[in-house]
């Protein structure tokens, strides 16, 4: 069958090259999502395609509803960041210039990156001084939907996130269109780190929307005010186009400061082709859950016209639903379906166990084998692994070569997304970088194979819980 895929010209960037007589260099603009991407430009040398960008990270305001208007830390004016979209085996440099008030770093979230380019503040580089920039270089490999995000504090939650496309030369599904939706928790001014006992609330409601699986009892949460899904609170949404007969390809990504978050759309099933980037086996569920930091690709089938809500719901906390809104162009004009899509209560919600790499993964007995176990929350300010808080914690000491494992074990009320830098690690039969370990006595292990030398940051993807001790260097020895 004849790959239909083709780039959309709302969504996608559109790059007019020019060569340069023999200097062998082509210069391009992209114009991206929102016109007012990063501008780029590109020269062909060894090895791919290297392309140019560059983020500015300033203070800033964007309208993200109605009349709601977001006084924040911005990227380039933009809120999420610029989309930067690559292709795989390109060469990406990227230039930060800090232009805020506080230090700063950008993280590349998953990206195997080497070790300098990690964005770690103190661990992997000096943090970016106001004024000052930086320049990051990596090549982008291997294809997948990624994140970008500041690196210090709880920057993440300021604004200071956006999407990171490396689209694959030969993708294992069919798609004629490919958008991303970048989901976020909207925090109105500055964030604040958690204060024991005496913090938010945010006790859970049970609402029937928040569907089941991985509900804590209680937790501690921002006053966050909504769920963003492109920037956009629910009264004015985001729209999707699409028409009858088409695939779409819809990259989630969940930078989010500290909720997970369960999608539906109504009207339609999603069928899962990528999990953290990687390609699986496509599955079709009627639902999904990211934490923070998680990203699914799914395929739509445009198979029912009309005007149908993306719904998206926070797993903890009592922060209100977001929604975007998939839309038939050739459909007669029809009114958005309101309320919750059925996959919330019922259908079919994927697991991990329903994931299956179409990659090589880790096989054989671990050489190693580190048992975590995550705590903190309700009568206390810090949140641990094995009793400590970073950074007044053991690094975790590792050896090139070795095949590791990492089995956590959560004994308190809350969710934690675990994330480890510069590696895939394996979850069940899936390639991963970040794995939820479900609240109240849930577990999880990954097995990771130690190919990527330097000092890296393994911590829970809630920022108030990194923040709040929640984390490790994964040292190589
Ligand atoms: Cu999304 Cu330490 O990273
Ligand atoms: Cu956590």
Redesign the pocket.
């Known amino acids: 069958m004849d790959r239909r895929k083709f780039l959309l010209s709302a969504a996608s960037g559109v790059a007019s090259v020019g060569l340069l007589n023999g200097s062998a260099i082509a210069a391009d603009i992209d114009v991206a999502p929102n016109n007012a991407a990063p501008s780029t430009t590109s020269s062909r040398g060894l090895g791919g395609i290297l392309r140019k960008f560059r983020l500015v990270a300033q203070q800033g305001e964007v309208e993200i509803g109605p009349d709601e208007t977001f006084k924040t830390w911005l990227y380039n004016g933009q809120f999420p960041g610029p989309e930067i979209r690559v292709k795989e085996g390109d060469r990406l440099q990227i230039t930060v210039k800090n232009e805020l008030p506080e230090e700063t770093t950008v993280h590349w979230h998953g990206v195997p990156v080497p070790n300098a380019m990690d964005g770690v503040p103190g661990l992997t580089q000096k943090p970016i001084a106001p004024g000052e920039s930086f320049e990051y270089a990596f090549e982008a490999t291997p294809a997948g939907s990624y994140l970008y995000h500041s690196h210090v504090g709880l920057q993440i939650d300021r604004g200071l996130i956006g999407a990171l496309v490396i689209e694959e030369a030969t993708p294992h599904v069919a798609y004629d269109r490919d958008y991303v939706l970048v989901l976020d928790d909207y925090l109105p001014g500055a964030p604040q780190p958690l204060g024991g006992s005496a913090g938010w609330g945010g006790m859970l409601r049970g609402d029937w929307w928040r569907g089941g699986g991985m509900m804590g009892m209680a937790g501690q949460m921002p006053p966050y005010k909504g769920l963003l899904v492109g920037g956009q609170l629910p009264d004015n949404p985001r729209v999707f186009d699409t028409k009858r007969g088409e695939r779409v390809r819809l990259r989630f990504v969940n930078p989010s400061g500290a909720s997970t978050i369960r999608v539906a759309i109504a009207g339609h099933r999603v069928t899962v082709s990528h999990c953290d980037g990687r390609p699986v086996e496509p599955v079709t569920v009627d639902s999904f859950v990211l934490g923070t930091a998680e990203r699914y690709d799914v395929i739509v089938e445009a198979n029912n016209p009309g005007v149908w809500p993306i719904s998206v719901a926070a797993i903890e906390g009592d922060i209100p639903p977001g929604r975007a809104v998939l839309r038939y162009t050739d459909a007669a004009a029809s009114a958005l379906r309101d309320g919750m899509p059925e996959g919330f209560t019922s259908g079919r919600p994927l697991h991990y166990d329903d994931l299956q790499s179409l990659e090589t993964l880790p096989t054989g007995r671990p050489d190693r084998v580190f048992d975590l176990l995550l705590r903190g929350g309700m009568m206390s300010s810090a ?1 641990t692994i094995n009793g400590q808080a970073y950074p007044e914690a053991d690094p975790i000491a590792i050896s090139a070569g070795e095949r590791i494992r990492f089995r956590m074990r959560n004994h308190s009320m ?4 675990m994330h480890l830098h510069g590696h895939f690690f394996r979850v069940g039969n899936a390639l991963k970088d970040t794995v939820l370990v479900a609240a109240h006595m849930g577990r999880a292990e990954f097995d990771f194979v130690a190919d990527n030398p330097g000092r890296w940051f393994f911590h ?1 993807h ?1 920022i108030y ?1 990194m923040e709040a001790g ?1 984390a490790r260097e994964v040292r190589y020895v």
Do not use: D, E, I, V
């Not at 809350?414 to 997304?417: R, S």
């Open positions: 949140w809350m969710l934690h997304p829970c809630n819980h929640m």
